[in-house]
């Protein structure tokens, strides 16, 4: 049904994403929303061409780019022609501002979690730090030299014992209404990457992890994309499950990602490989996003039944993409999205999804098979 004579109440409740008609009659003044007809008691009234335009709007604005850039963005013939050399430079001078911003945040996340990420031996030391943090003349010249110190006594604690990274990641991380195995699973992915905020971009459907233990129990074949994945792979648990792990580009001379990307749309045995997969598969990608995206692809097409994707590929533009499309497929799968990742990060999850199956075997049967 096509939208048309829409009041200004009417427009904004239709685009939603929190737009308000102060916010339209703004784009309007600034140029960034074309004048819209009107009626006979001078009202603005809009259409679907309006909608389409605002929703496309507020879809970038949610995504951080300026007024200025969106209106040059959306201009006609934009979509058609490569960014001007103006716009693409200040798109580049956004993104530093951004990535400033993101070093600051990080570097003070990064003191937080050196208080806040302290296991039960260093409590004591955690409650003197932050009296010290209190007292700490910041206005002075000395206030370095303390704060040096200060992280200095702070170190010194961690040559007393091992650290229990389960303690220092519930002062980091609580994760109420989730299970075990899920806190496991987000816990492994934290460690493996050294960033406590990957959990915001961690993302699994309903039923992928009840779906890919019940195959990992069934012996199902498990294929990961490259060598690397492969190699990060918990063997022994893997073996004593009866789970028959292979590589899909199998080259040993192939190790970088751009040449996994390259070899893989280059030579259509790996793409004849991947066919061939059994329904009730895990598949993992770590490395190349057009493995995933041919993935995608046979899984739309009704010719591949995995019981889980683990798609997890690294890259700028094609992989976050590729992400996207995984999530939209109706498959299980588990992901992170935008640009994070990594081959480690893949191999880790399949880990902890073998690792909630069996206890690690005090044996090195697995070898038997190399």
């Known amino acids: 049904m096509r939208a048309q004579n829409l009041t200004i109440k009417e427009l904004t409740e239709l685009v939603g994403g929190g737009l308000t008609p102060r916010m339209v009659r703004h784009y309007h003044k600034v140029g960034l929303l074309p004048e819209a007809s009107r009626s ?13 335009h605002l929703r496309r709007i507020v879809a970038l604005k949610s995504q951080g780019f300026q007024l200025d850039h969106i209106r040059k963005l959306l201009q006609p013939g934009s979509t058609s022609a490569p960014l001007s050399n103006d716009l693409l430079d200040s798109l580049q001078q956004q993104y530093r ?14 003191a937080l979690e050196g208080l806040l990420g302290r296991d039960n031996s260093c409590l004591n030391v955690q409650a003197e730090a932050l009296l ?37 990641l519930q002062q980091l991380l609580p994760l109420p209404k989730r299970s075990q195995i899920e806190v496991d699973l987000l816990s492994k992915l934290v460690i493996a990457s050294g960033d406590v905020s990957l ?65 893989y749309c280059s030579s259509i045995k790996w793409q004849e490989k991947l066919q061939q997969a059994t329904p009730g598969c895990i598949l993992i990608v770590g490395y190349a996003p057009s493995v995933l995206i041919s993935i995608c692809n046979l899984v739309e097409k009704k010719q591949l039944q995995p019981a889980l994707i683990i798609g997890m590929p690294i890259g700028f533009s094609h992989a ?13 799968y588990i992901t992170t999205v935008g640009i994070n990742g990594g081959g480690l990060l893949a191999a880790v999850a399949l880990n902890a999804l073998i690792e909630s199956l069996i206890e690690k075997p005090h044996c090195h049967c697995y070898l038997q098979n190399k």
């Open 97 to 110: 501002s951004v990535m400033q911003q993101l070093t600051r945040l990080r570097q003070t996340a990064s």
């Open 199 to 263: 959990v915001e971009f961690v993302r699994w459907s309903q039923n992928a992890i009840a779906s890919s233990r019940s195959a990992i129990q069934n012996k199902c074949d498990i294929i990961v994309d490259v060598s690397a994945v492969y190699a990060g792979i918990d063997q022994a648990r893997a073996a004593h499950l009866g789970a028959k792990i292979t590589t899909l580009i199998d080259d040993p001379h192939i190790t970088s990602f751009t040449e996994v990307e390259q070899e």
């Open 40 to 52: 006979q008691s001078n009202y603005r009234l809009y259409t679907d061409k309006d909608i389409l």
């Open 320 to 332: 976050p993409a590729a992400k996207r499309r995984l999530i939209r497929s109706g498959v299980e």
């Open 132 to 168: 010290q943090l209190q007292q700490l003349e910041v206005e002075t010249s000395a206030y370095a030299e303390q704060l040096e110190q200060l992280w200095d006594g702070l170190d010194a604690a961690t040559d007393a014992h091992p650290e229990d990274f389960n303690e220092s």
